[in-house]
């Protein structure tokens, strides 16, 4: 089960390895959802989910992965928890 372990910079998100492997998936609920969003955004969201879903897939360790967010909700660390082993 997804954890959160707040900290002085931000947040960081553990994920099991079956959770990191869900997140770097399509989901078509968001694919619905960005279908509201107007351009130019659309665009710009897209890319940028779809650019955190190939890091996301490419660094699930055996026990999954950690993913630190500042206090902003930006994303600034990708890492795997134990030896890297992406998605299929």
């Keep these: 089960m997804a954890q959160l372990e707040f900290r002085w910079w931000g947040v960081i998100l553990h994920l099991n390895?079956?959770?990191?492997?869900?997140?770097?998936?399509?989901?078509?609920?968001?694919?619905?959802?960005?279908q509201s969003i107007p351009e130019?955004?659309?665009?710009?969201?897209?890319?940028a989910i779809a650019v955190h879903k190939l890091i996301i897939?490419?660094?699930?360790?055996?026990?999954?992965?950690?993913?630190h967010f500042n206090w902003l909700?930006?994303?600034h660390w990708f890492g795997p928890r134990g030896n890297l082993q992406p998605c299929p």
């Design 17 to 34: 390895r079956e959770e990191g492997c869900w997140a770097s998936r399509g989901n078509p609920e968001v694919a619905r959802l960005l």
């Design 40 to 47: 130019p955004w659309r665009t710009i969201v897209s890319v």
């Design 73 to 75: 909700g930006f994303a």
């Design 57 to 67: 897939g490419s660094n699930v360790g055996t026990e999954g992965e950690d993913i």
